[in-house]
């Protein structure tokens, strides 16, 4: 049984540039949620999916954006780039109280 | 609003020791769970452990258990008899409304680095 998936695994954009990072939950899970951090800190939560709509949104603005697919696959958008974008993006899948992340999306922003 | 600390920026153990990773936290919800996450450095979280706000026993997974004081807020993670390949850095999280459901988002700390000597 495959875990929590994501794509691609390491990014490099330049300032202004729009991204598309991918993520494909653990089998059975409906929930999606994503995460950014920052080198030597905590992850901090971007927002979560569950049936193809945002529910739970954290403080960041509105050039993150995301989508839920019906298989519960998931994407997060970010547009108009900044060189503080430049982070560990990890995606979160869960099911009740199992909470799984995949290996995490390393973006460079130049 | 919740928050987690961890006041141990770096903890050092002997290999086939013991040790504990310090966790307080703070929110006004009755029903919330704690996790442990680990982190290697390569980037994946590594899930390690849970514990419910309601649950009575302290969880165990393993190597790792789970100190839960609930009246003093606090979660510590004992890690026993240490392997090398223990050496990470080491995150305590909570999410509020962990009766049964999905919903809510983790809330992080700091993290501790662990190394573990041979």
């Not at chain 1, 899970?29 to 954290?58: C, K, M, N």
């Not at chain 2, 979660?75 to 390949?85: D, K, P």
């Not at chain 2, 009766?99 to 662990?114: A, D, H, V």
């Amino acid at each position: 049984d495959a875990g929590v998936t994501q794509s691609p695994t390491h990014l490099i954009k330049t300032r202004g540039q729009q991204v598309t990072l991918r993520c494909s939950p653990k089998s059975g899970h409906d929930t999606v949620s994503w995460y950014q951090q920052a080198l030597g800190q905590g992850p901090q939560f971007i927002f979560q999916y569950y049936e193809e709509e945002e529910r739970q949104r954290g403080n960041f603005p509105d050039r993150f954006s995301g989508h839920q697919f019906p298989n519960y696959s998931s994407e997060l958008n970010v547009n108009a780039l900044l060189l503080g974008d430049s982070a560990l993006y990890l995606c979160a899948s869960s099911w009740y109280n199992e909470q799984f992340f995949g290996p995490g999306t390393r973006l460079t922003v130049l | 609003a919740q928050k987690i600390t961890q006041t141990q920026p770096g903890m050092f153990v002997q290999e086939k020791e013991a040790v504990t990773l310090d966790c307080t936290y703070d929110t006004s919800d009755q029903s919330y769970g704690l996790f442990w996450y680990k982190q290697p450095s390569s980037g994946e979280m590594i899930f390690l452990i849970y514990q419910g706000s309601y649950d009575e026993q302290n969880a165990t997974e393993g190597r790792y258990s789970l100190n839960f004081q609930k009246a003093r807020k606090s979660a510590n993670l004992v890690i026993s008899a240490s392997q090398l390949g223990d050496s990470a850095m080491y995150f305590c999280a909570m999410r509020e409304n962990a009766g049964g459901t999905s919903y809510g988002k983790l809330t992080f700390g700091q993290g501790t680095i662990l190394t573990v000597h041979p």
